[in-house]
């Protein structure tokens, strides 16, 4: 008997393809596993290879079976992995032209839908749900909410709950007051479980607050169990949760990279390294505050190399901590 999975990111692999436009053609530069899960897992495993790592996601016959190379290399698990004959795997074109960078979604494929999953997958002991096209729906959240314990950790990115897909591919933003409203119900759903995390663009655009620490501040009042994990790049991040029954905010610094090559995924593996040093729902500020210092380390890493190559051990990111070293 296999044992229970350590993390389990859920949402939809996607095929992420760069193109460059020059005097009007089209050039595909690359293509490569992109989404929550291919980034999440790979963050995961590579700080600590001897978790198991799954990801509960479903492609099509038409994803380029080398794009699954990285995960096999790091023995992600992938028997959870489902492939829909009907549908495309979901696609992501990221067009260059004239300086300027526009992101569609051409291609999507099917919802997830939580009964097709194996439910050895939700004894996990922490969940990451990265949506990416509204491929995660609220009764698949809450049947996940009913399927787990009162301890499981539970992470979501705010990308996935503002995003709306367009049926031409283009890609915007739902109302300030519709993502507040589903942000509300994922709470009612996960409560204390809950780690919400944003950068500073979407968190104001769920709390419509512009100033950072005001923004915590409201989704405590809010979300008054949850953690909330508000990320501002190289200025650094920012931890609040309810302590004693008063909100406690601390600014996290951003630590140092040797080298700043490729940021993809840096949110992500924010949330996961986050998530990897909670031992359970009930952790206290100070194990939340440790844990957010991990998650600004290891994310400082990827950045050094192309598609998570950057990506280190827990211990060469413990020291990383141990250094200090800031923008």
């Not at 490729?262 to 031992?279: I, M, N, P, Q, Y």
Request: with cysteine.
């Amino acid at each position: 008997m296999k044992k229970p999975f350590d993390l389990v990111v859920i949402g939809h692999l996607a095929m992420d393809t760069v193109i460059h436009v020059e005097n009007g053609k089209r050039n595909i530069f690359k293509v490569s596993a992109g989404g929550a899960v291919t980034f999440g897992s790979l963050a995961a495993k590579t700080a600590e290879p001897g978790w198991r790592v799954g990801i509960a996601t479903k492609v099509g016959k038409d994803l380029l079976p080398e794009l699954l190379d990285p995960l096999k290399e790091k023995r992600v698990d992938l028997s959870c992995m489902l492939v829909d004959n009907k549908a495309p795997t979901t696609r992501f074109e990221l067009v260059y032209e004239g300086g300027k960078r526009t992101v569609s979604c051409p291609a999507r494929c099917s919802e997830l839908v939580f009964d097709e999953f194996s439910h050895d997958l939700f004894v996990a002991r922490r969940f990451h749900i990265g949506a990416i096209c509204q491929e995660i729906s609220m009764q698949f959240i809450d049947q996940l909410g009913q399927a787990i314990t009162k301890e499981q950790p539970v992470g979501i990115d705010l990308q996935g709950v503002l995003r709306d897909i367009h049926k031409d591919g283009s890609i915007s933003l739902i109302s300030q007051h519709d993502a507040l409203e589903k942000a509300k119900k994922i709470y009612s759903i996960f409560g204390k479980r809950l780690v919400i995390k944003g950068d500073d663009f979407e968190c104001s655009a769920v709390s419509g607050i512009d100033d950072p620490v005001k923004c915590i501040e409201y989704f405590l009042g809010e979300f008054k169990e949850s953690t909330v994990l508000l990320t501002l790049g190289r200025k650094g991040s920012y931890i609040g949760k309810n302590d004693a029954g008063a909100p406690r905010i601390e600014k996290i610094p951003a630590f140092k990279p040797d080298k700043i090559i490729d940021e993809t995924g840096a949110g992500d593996t924010f949330l996961v390294s986050f998530l990897s040093r909670l031992k359970n729902a009930s952790s206290n500020f100070k194990a939340c505050k440790d844990a957010s210092l991990f998650a600004a380390a290891a994310s400082s890493f990827l950045v050094e190399d192309t598609r998570c190559k950057g990506l280190q051990s827990s211990a060469k990111i413990l020291d990383r901590v141990q250094k200090a070293e800031y923008f």
